[in-house]
């Protein structure tokens, strides 16, 4: 059984910072592509960010380029999701999801199709 599970969610002001943790179990986060997506209060489900450690390969979205950085500790098996300049409109559920195909299907976008397993999510609330 693949399982996933977030951690780090929880309120700050705007411009503060948060890292949002990824722990898998029973499979290794290197064979998969992880991909963190979150979901604001009434609106569709977006991908954030996502990571193959097959080959490095990275995407963000647009919103959160030069402030958000993935990455992956493979001792820990576990990929972070820093956040940083944090700003209200990232307020949201973020989800961990994990990929059987482990490397990134597109290199510009994040697809929540495309990921087979999913946790159960951490909320992050920005604000003042």
């Known amino acids: 059984e693949v399982q996933l599970v977030e951690s780090g969610g929880g309120l700050v002001q705007p411009g503060g910072s948060l890292r949002l943790s990824c722990a898998a179990s029973?499979?290794?986060?290197?064979?998969?592509?992880i991909g963190w997506f979150r979901q604001a209060p009434g609106k569709e489900r977006e991908g954030v960010s996502c990571?193959?450690?097959?080959?490095?390969?990275?995407f963000y979205a647009e919103s959160v380029r030069g402030r958000f950085t993935i990455f992956s500790d493979k001792a820990k098996n576990t990929v972070y999701l820093q956040m940083d300049r944090l700003k209200p409109e990232d307020t949201g559920v973020y989800y961990c999801?994990?990929?059987?195909?482990?490397?990134?299907?597109?290199?510009?976008?994040?697809?929540?199709?495309?990921?087979?397993?999913w946790g159960q999510g951490t909320l992050v609330t920005v604000s003042s």
């Open positions: 999801a994990a990929d059987h195909f482990r490397w990134l299907r597109d290199p510009s976008s994040c697809h929540d199709y495309d990921y087979d397993y």
């Open positions: 029973t499979f290794n986060v290197d064979d998969y592509a």
């Open positions: 990571i193959s450690s097959s080959d490095g390969s990275t």
